[in-house]
T-cell receptor, first 115, second 116 residues
């Protein structure tokens, strides 16, 4: 069955520290990969996506993610976290080919940032 | 305009009320979505409209009734809801890509619904 795992339910980092949020997926082929962020009381916003090509992708707000086919992972990173990065982060995958427009979502990682 | 606008932001209703949630986008997107999100959970897909036609209904109870009057508007009509329907209801839109799985979603800020 297709699934997305975000192993860390909650992470706390200090402002200025580096960040890595993990995402692993189970899928028959390489899916489309997404990271979305949800600030408190808000909707979700796309941070970045991977479709093909360079496995290191850059997103908004200084985030990047690396696709590793051998590990079925798409981890999100940021070299220096800001207090405004405190939010819920969701990894999601989309089916490649066919007519399936339903994303499969991870359960999310809640990020807290200490001043 | 790169926004999805949802109204109202907050709604409190009784189990016998009829209310509607509204969503509007002017990005020329041809697919529009309703999601339901419980606290600290990922969004759950409810409905998808593609080119103003309902293309996905994720076995949602009939007390939720979607409507897509035109390519910019999406409504969710609510009737006889239950307290467990209390949640954040998110609207999203996307260009309808050739491969639907590649659709990038633009979300609204949501309508927080409380059913008493």
């Amino acid at each position: 069955a297709q699934s997305v795992t975000q192993p860390d339910i909650h992470i706390t980092v200090s402002e200025g520290a580096s960040l890595e949020l993990r995402c692993n997926y189970s899928y028959g082929a390489t899916p489309y990969l997404f990271w979305y962020v949800q600030s408190p009381g808000q909707g979700l916003q796309l941070l970045l996506k991977y479709f093909s090509g360079d496995t290191l992708v850059q997103g908004i707000k200084g985030f990047e993610a690396e696709f590793k086919r051998s590990q079925s992972s798409f981890n999100l990173r940021k070299p220096s976290v800001h207090w405004s990065d405190a939010a819920e982060y969701f990894c999601a995958v989309g089916a490649r080919g066919g007519n399936n427009r339903k994303l499969i979502w991870g359960l999310g990682t809640s990020l807290a940032v200490n001043p | 305009d790169t926004e999805v606008t949802q109204t109202p932001k907050h709604l409190v209703m009784g189990m016998t009320n009829k209310k509607s949630l509204k969503c509007e986008q002017h990005m020329g997107h041809r697919a529009m979505y309703w999601y339901k999100q419980k606290a600290k959970k990922p969004p759950e897909l409810m409905f998808v409209y593609s080119y103003e036609k309902l293309s996905i209904n994720e076995s949602v109870p009939s007390r939720f009734s979607p409507e897509c009057p035109n390519s910019s508007l999406l409504n969710l009509h609510l009737h006889a809801l239950q307290p467990e329907d209390s949640a954040l209801y998110l609207c999203a839109s996307s260009q309808d890509q050739g491969d639907p799985g590649a659709n990038v979603l633009t979300f609204g800020a949501g309508s927080r619904l409380t059913v008493l």
